[in-house]
Protein backbone atom coordinates (compact mmCIF):
# COMPACT_ATOMS: atom_id res chain seq x y z
CA UNK A 1 0.00 0.00 0.00
CA UNK A 2 1.60 2.93 -0.92
CA UNK A 3 1.82 5.96 1.96
CA UNK A 4 -0.27 8.74 0.69
CA UNK A 5 -3.13 6.15 0.42
CA UNK A 6 -2.21 4.58 4.03
CA UNK A 7 -2.57 8.77 5.47
CA UNK A 8 -6.11 8.84 3.37
CA UNK A 9 -7.65 5.41 4.66
CA UNK A 10 -6.51 6.43 8.30
CA UNK A 11 -7.58 9.49 7.94
CA UNK A 12 -11.43 8.39 7.36
CA UNK A 13 -11.56 7.81 10.75
CA UNK A 14 -12.74 10.15 13.60
CA UNK A 15 -11.06 8.69 16.39
CA UNK A 16 -8.09 6.42 17.08
CA UNK A 17 -7.36 4.71 20.80
CA UNK A 18 -3.41 3.24 19.81
CA UNK A 19 -0.57 4.61 18.30
CA UNK A 20 0.58 2.68 15.54
CA UNK A 21 3.80 3.37 13.24
CA UNK A 22 3.98 2.28 9.84
CA UNK A 23 6.79 2.83 7.00
CA UNK A 24 7.46 6.16 5.62
CA UNK A 25 6.65 8.21 8.56
CA UNK A 26 2.81 7.20 8.52
CA UNK A 27 1.18 6.64 11.81
CA UNK A 28 -2.31 7.12 13.40
CA UNK A 29 -3.69 9.87 15.01
CA UNK A 30 -2.77 10.43 18.49
CA UNK A 31 -1.51 14.52 19.73
CA UNK A 32 -2.11 13.84 23.49
CA UNK A 33 1.82 12.58 24.62
CA UNK A 34 0.24 11.13 28.04
CA UNK A 35 -2.10 8.79 25.74
CA UNK A 36 1.08 7.38 23.54
CA UNK A 37 2.95 6.78 26.93
CA UNK A 38 -0.01 5.04 28.16
CA UNK A 39 -0.27 2.55 25.52
CA UNK A 40 3.75 2.18 25.69
CA UNK A 41 3.34 1.64 29.46
CA UNK A 42 0.71 -1.02 29.24
CA UNK A 43 2.23 -2.84 26.93
CA UNK A 44 5.20 -3.16 29.33
CA UNK A 45 2.76 -3.83 31.92
CA UNK A 46 0.93 -6.54 30.48
CA UNK A 47 1.88 -8.01 27.37
CA UNK A 48 5.61 -8.18 28.09
CA UNK A 49 4.16 -10.06 31.84
CA UNK A 50 2.73 -12.50 29.87
CA UNK A 51 5.79 -13.46 27.36
CA UNK A 52 7.97 -14.08 30.47
CA UNK A 53 5.47 -17.16 31.01
CA UNK A 54 5.56 -18.14 28.04
CA UNK A 55 9.57 -17.97 27.45
CA UNK A 56 9.63 -14.49 25.27
CA UNK A 57 7.50 -16.00 22.64
CA UNK A 58 3.64 -17.10 21.40
CA UNK A 59 5.19 -19.15 18.85
CA UNK A 60 2.32 -22.12 18.21
CA UNK A 61 -0.27 -20.76 20.38
CA UNK A 62 -3.89 -19.58 18.82
CA UNK A 63 -4.97 -16.37 20.47
CA UNK A 64 -8.28 -14.80 21.31
CA UNK A 65 -8.51 -10.87 21.62
CA UNK A 66 -11.65 -9.91 23.35
CA UNK A 67 -12.92 -6.40 22.38
CA UNK A 68 -9.65 -6.05 20.17
CA UNK A 69 -10.51 -1.90 19.82
CA UNK A 70 -7.80 -1.22 16.55
CA UNK A 71 -6.25 -4.41 16.74
CA UNK A 72 -3.28 -3.10 18.81
CA UNK A 73 -2.68 -6.46 21.08
CA UNK A 74 -3.66 -9.02 18.70
CA UNK A 75 -0.72 -7.11 16.43
CA UNK A 76 1.57 -7.71 19.70
CA UNK A 77 0.68 -11.85 19.61
CA UNK A 78 1.54 -11.78 16.11
CA UNK A 79 4.62 -10.04 16.48
CA UNK A 80 5.54 -12.58 19.29
CA UNK A 81 4.89 -15.35 16.99
CA UNK A 82 1.31 -16.30 17.48
CA UNK A 83 -0.23 -18.79 14.77
CA UNK A 84 -4.09 -16.91 14.85
CA UNK A 85 -4.79 -14.23 16.38
CA UNK A 86 -9.19 -13.74 16.06
CA UNK A 87 -10.15 -10.65 17.68
CA UNK A 88 -13.97 -9.25 17.87
CA UNK A 89 -15.07 -6.40 18.97
CA UNK A 90 -18.80 -5.26 19.21
CA UNK A 91 -17.59 -1.58 17.45
CA UNK A 92 -17.62 -2.19 13.47
CA UNK A 93 -15.33 0.86 13.15
CA UNK A 94 -12.75 -0.40 15.67
CA UNK A 95 -12.62 -3.63 13.04
CA UNK A 96 -12.25 -1.90 10.25
CA UNK A 97 -9.42 -0.42 11.86
CA UNK A 98 -7.55 -3.49 13.13
CA UNK A 99 -8.37 -4.79 9.35
CA UNK A 100 -6.26 -1.89 8.26
CA UNK A 101 -3.25 -1.84 10.50
CA UNK A 102 -2.95 -5.77 9.54
CA UNK A 103 -2.70 -5.11 5.98
CA UNK A 104 -0.75 -1.87 5.84
CA UNK A 105 1.27 -4.27 8.31
CA UNK A 106 1.30 -7.51 5.64
CA UNK A 107 0.21 -9.55 7.98
CA UNK A 108 -0.61 -12.85 6.29
CA UNK A 109 -4.54 -13.65 5.98
CA UNK A 110 -4.60 -17.06 7.24
CA UNK A 111 -2.69 -15.93 10.51
CA UNK A 112 -5.77 -13.38 11.60
CA UNK A 113 -9.46 -12.98 11.82
CA UNK A 114 -11.42 -9.68 13.13
CA UNK A 115 -15.23 -10.15 13.62
CA UNK A 116 -17.52 -7.25 14.47
CA UNK A 117 -20.04 -8.34 17.11
CA UNK A 118 -21.37 -8.95 20.45
CA UNK A 119 -18.61 -11.50 22.12
CA UNK A 120 -21.61 -12.90 24.37
CA UNK A 121 -23.23 -13.96 21.31
CA UNK A 122 -20.68 -15.39 19.33
CA UNK A 123 -19.74 -18.67 18.28
CA UNK A 124 -16.17 -19.42 18.72
CA UNK A 125 -15.52 -22.57 15.92
CA UNK A 126 -12.06 -23.16 17.26
CA UNK A 127 -9.86 -23.31 20.87
CA UNK A 128 -7.28 -20.82 22.27
CA UNK A 129 -4.55 -20.93 24.50
CA UNK A 130 -4.57 -17.81 25.13
CA UNK A 131 -6.97 -14.91 25.83
CA UNK A 132 -6.49 -11.23 25.89
CA UNK A 133 -9.27 -9.34 27.76
CA UNK A 134 -7.94 -6.11 28.24
CA UNK A 135 -10.17 -3.34 28.60
CA UNK A 136 -13.37 -5.53 28.49
CA UNK A 137 -14.30 -6.69 32.18
CA UNK A 138 -15.03 -3.23 33.17
CA UNK A 139 -17.17 -2.44 30.01
CA UNK A 140 -19.99 -5.28 30.48
CA UNK A 141 -22.53 -6.29 33.22
CA UNK A 142 -21.76 -10.24 33.16
CA UNK A 143 -18.26 -10.79 34.64
CA UNK A 144 -19.28 -14.22 35.65
CA UNK A 145 -20.48 -14.83 31.79
CA UNK A 146 -16.99 -13.04 30.58
CA UNK A 147 -15.31 -15.71 32.66
CA UNK A 148 -17.17 -18.70 31.42
CA UNK A 149 -16.80 -17.55 27.75
CA UNK A 150 -13.14 -17.19 28.03
CA UNK A 151 -12.71 -20.57 29.81
CA UNK A 152 -15.18 -22.26 27.05
CA UNK A 153 -12.11 -20.58 24.62
CA UNK A 154 -9.78 -23.44 26.17
CA UNK A 155 -7.15 -20.85 27.18
CA UNK A 156 -4.85 -21.84 29.46
CA UNK A 157 -3.74 -18.30 29.60
CA UNK A 158 -5.62 -15.22 30.12
CA UNK A 159 -4.79 -11.75 30.59
CA UNK A 160 -7.02 -9.42 32.13
CA UNK A 161 -6.99 -5.17 32.09
CA UNK A 162 -9.68 -3.58 34.04
CA UNK A 163 -11.19 -1.03 36.03
CA UNK A 164 -11.55 -1.90 39.57
CA UNK A 165 -12.89 -1.38 42.58
CA UNK A 166 -11.23 -0.62 45.36
CA UNK A 167 -12.95 -2.53 47.76
CA UNK A 168 -11.31 -5.15 50.10
CA UNK A 169 -13.97 -7.95 49.67
CA UNK A 170 -15.04 -9.50 46.85
CA UNK A 171 -17.75 -7.46 45.09
CA UNK A 172 -18.68 -5.58 41.93
CA UNK A 173 -19.57 -1.87 41.76
CA UNK A 174 -22.43 -0.54 39.56
CA UNK A 175 -21.24 1.94 37.55
CA UNK A 176 -22.27 3.33 34.12
CA UNK A 177 -20.04 4.30 30.97
CA UNK A 178 -18.88 7.56 30.64
CA UNK A 179 -19.40 6.79 26.52
CA UNK A 180 -21.30 3.96 25.89
CA UNK A 181 -20.22 3.53 22.33
CA UNK A 182 -17.61 0.59 23.40
CA UNK A 183 -20.31 -1.89 24.55
CA UNK A 184 -23.76 -3.51 24.24
CA UNK A 185 -26.89 -2.19 26.07
CA UNK A 186 -27.26 0.87 27.84
CA UNK A 187 -23.42 1.45 29.24
CA UNK A 188 -24.60 0.08 32.56
CA UNK A 189 -22.08 -2.69 34.21
CA UNK A 190 -20.21 -4.12 36.58
CA UNK A 191 -17.24 -2.94 38.23
CA UNK A 192 -15.21 -5.79 39.60
CA UNK A 193 -12.70 -5.08 42.90
CA UNK A 194 -9.71 -7.72 42.47
CA UNK A 195 -10.83 -9.86 44.81
CA UNK A 196 -13.71 -10.79 42.63
CA UNK A 197 -11.20 -11.30 40.07
CA UNK A 198 -9.45 -13.88 41.63
CA UNK A 199 -12.92 -15.45 43.28
CA UNK A 200 -14.04 -15.81 39.32
CA UNK A 201 -10.90 -17.06 38.51
CA UNK A 202 -10.58 -19.39 41.50
CA UNK A 203 -14.77 -20.60 40.33
CA UNK A 204 -12.81 -22.16 37.66
CA UNK A 205 -9.72 -23.86 38.47
CA UNK A 206 -7.52 -20.47 37.84
CA UNK A 207 -4.87 -19.28 40.00
CA UNK A 208 -4.57 -15.06 40.03
CA UNK A 209 -1.84 -12.62 40.14
CA UNK A 210 -2.91 -8.82 40.38
CA UNK A 211 0.53 -7.39 38.49
CA UNK A 212 2.66 -5.12 40.50
CA UNK A 213 2.64 -1.57 38.68
CA UNK A 214 6.14 -1.12 36.78
CA UNK A 215 5.61 2.27 34.53
CA UNK A 216 8.46 3.90 33.76
CA UNK A 217 7.12 7.42 33.12
CA UNK A 218 3.41 8.32 35.13
CA UNK A 219 2.07 10.31 32.55
CA UNK A 220 -0.81 9.00 31.38
CA UNK A 221 -1.11 6.51 33.92
CA UNK A 222 -3.07 7.91 36.94
CA UNK A 223 -5.66 5.31 37.25
CA UNK A 224 -3.03 2.79 37.64
CA UNK A 225 -1.27 5.02 40.64
CA UNK A 226 -4.48 5.44 41.87
CA UNK A 227 -5.34 1.82 42.51
CA UNK A 228 -8.42 2.13 40.23
CA UNK A 229 -7.38 0.13 37.38
CA UNK A 230 -5.05 -3.07 37.69
CA UNK A 231 -3.86 -5.85 35.37
CA UNK A 232 -4.40 -9.46 35.93
CA UNK A 233 -2.90 -12.86 34.36
CA UNK A 234 -5.00 -15.81 35.45
CA UNK A 235 -3.87 -19.52 34.61
CA UNK A 236 -4.33 -23.63 35.91
CA UNK A 237 -0.71 -24.31 34.10
CA UNK A 238 1.83 -21.86 34.61
CA UNK A 239 3.78 -21.17 37.23
CA UNK A 240 2.52 -17.76 38.10
CA UNK A 241 4.58 -17.47 41.26
CA UNK A 242 7.69 -15.86 38.55
CA UNK A 243 5.66 -12.57 38.22
CA UNK A 244 5.75 -9.56 40.70
CA UNK A 245 2.59 -8.90 42.29
CA UNK A 246 0.91 -6.17 43.24
CA UNK A 247 1.35 -5.30 47.11
CA UNK A 248 -0.95 -3.03 49.02
CA UNK A 249 0.44 -2.52 52.15
CA UNK A 250 -1.73 0.28 53.65
CA UNK A 251 -5.99 1.04 53.68
CA UNK A 252 -4.92 4.74 53.42
CA UNK A 253 -6.24 6.52 50.29
CA UNK A 254 -3.78 6.79 47.36
CA UNK A 255 -3.85 10.64 47.83
CA UNK A 256 -2.49 10.17 51.44
CA UNK A 257 0.34 7.82 50.50
CA UNK A 258 1.66 8.79 47.09
CA UNK A 259 3.60 12.47 48.52
CA UNK A 260 3.40 13.65 44.50
CA UNK A 261 -0.51 13.89 45.23
CA UNK A 262 0.10 16.78 47.92
CA UNK A 263 3.23 18.46 46.06
CA UNK A 264 0.32 21.60 44.73
CA UNK A 265 -1.27 21.62 48.18
Known amino acids: MEAQELR ?3 ATFPRW ?5 FGEGVSTPLPDRGRINRVEQRRAHIFDRLLELTGGSLRGRRVLDIGCNAGFWSLAAIEAGADFVLGVDFNPEYIDQARLVFEAKEVAHERYQFEQGDVFEHRLADEFDVVLCLGVMDHVDKPAELFELMMRAGAQLI ?3 TEVSRAR ?3 FEVSKLYDPRDAAGDGLVLVPSR ?6 ASRHGLDTVALALNATDDLGMDDYRRERRCAFICSAVYDLSVLPAEKRPSRLPWWVRDPRALANV
Open 8 to 10: DRI
Open 17 to 21: NYSFQ
Open 159 to 161: AID
Open 169 to 171: SSL
Open 195 to 200: SAVADL
